[in-house]
């Protein structure tokens, strides 16, 4: 098994198709949105066209360009890695019109051979792969496929050769690949009502509740606001009344949107956000606790390599992936002591501690949901101030 380990560009780029998948799936990688399925599976039958889904799912998001923006040298490795690795023929970034300033850099990069750029009209697909494959290429993805049992399943878009991953998966890929580091953190948009936009990064599992509080909303007194865990259109409800129940950052959360109680979200769909021009903020080591799922969705769930009462470290592995199904390990997002393991979750109570510690505590070399729901619409214009 290939271990999970720092690596320079050539020695990624010399992993075999096999050794590259398996180091997804032991660090822990799904889509950073939508339904969260497991990344590894996407390459193990190599495809020609990677697309790159930079575009915002939802009206006032930001992750996605914050993070082009801030990990540029990276994703540039990333690309010739992948390309290398899989035997892309093409690697291509799907932008929205509105966003070519944004992606200035990376046009200036794309005439190196190593993948190019595809602007999609300034629509919001609310994640549908099929839409950015209809705008970035000439390919159609079928409606229906027939399978060689004789039945028919709804056609993807690896049906004509494609493989769509967002903005925040590769980047997960590019940090297991690269820097050994497995997934533990997760990027979001917070925004709404009575809260400032910011991107996030905080420890998956975190207490929405936690978040909440440490940017500003004063929880205890804020019962006339719920919490999405999502955008206008597509969302969970993540916290009905804040203040009352809690909920955790999943693998998947994309925003926490903050809303009047008892409103839609899609009321909201033609709201506009500043650009947070700090960037991303990160809460790592921040985080008082957590409670990470050892599956989950489309995930079996992984077996538990802890006990209650045991003390782990940020990093460490706690969960180890079954063969059956798709399974994917599972790491401490925090350190600190297991307070339970309940439903196939794993929640560990641990105190803040700032950021290089937490990090510094990793070894540098280590070994190694449903879909969102809610008020769907095929498309809703994208805003230019956004």
Known sequence: MAEIKQRSLEEVK???????????????????????????????????????????????????????KQYLEEFLSLFEAMKAIFGFEQISMGVHEKDREWFADYAEHADDGVFDIRYVPNTYALGEEKTLVKHATE?????????????????????????????????????????????TTKFFTLYGEEIETKVYETPIGASVGEVLGIAGLDVENSGHLSVLDGGPYLHDVSIEEVGNGDAYVRRMTNALFVIRRGRKGKEYAGIATEVPEEGTV?????????????GGGLLKPATPLVSEGEEVEYGQKIGEPVDEGFSIGVWASVGGEISSIENDVVAISGGAIPQEEAEAEAEPTMAGGDSPRGEAEPFSEADSSR
């Not at 990160?282 to 050892?294: A, D, F, H, T």
């Open 14 to 68: 010399a992993l075999s198709v096999e050794e590259a998948v398996e180091i997804m799936r032991q660090a822990g990688i799904v889509g950073a949105g939508g339904g969260g399925f497991p990344t590894y599976f996407k390459y193990k039958s190599p495809l020609p066209h990677l697309i790159v889904n930079a575009t915002e799912s939802e009206p006032g998001y930001w992750g996605d360009k914050l993070l082009h």
């Open 139 to 183: 390919a159609r993805v079928p409606r229906f496929v027939d399978t060689p049992d004789g039945m028919r399943r709804p056609g993807m878009p690896p049906d004509v050769g494609k493989v769509i991953n967002n903005t925040e998966t590769l980047l997960n890929v590019y940090n297991a690949l690269f820097l050994g580091r497995p997934l």
């Open 282 to 294: 990160s809460l790592v080591g921040k985080i008082s606790g957590v409670n990470l799922p050892l």
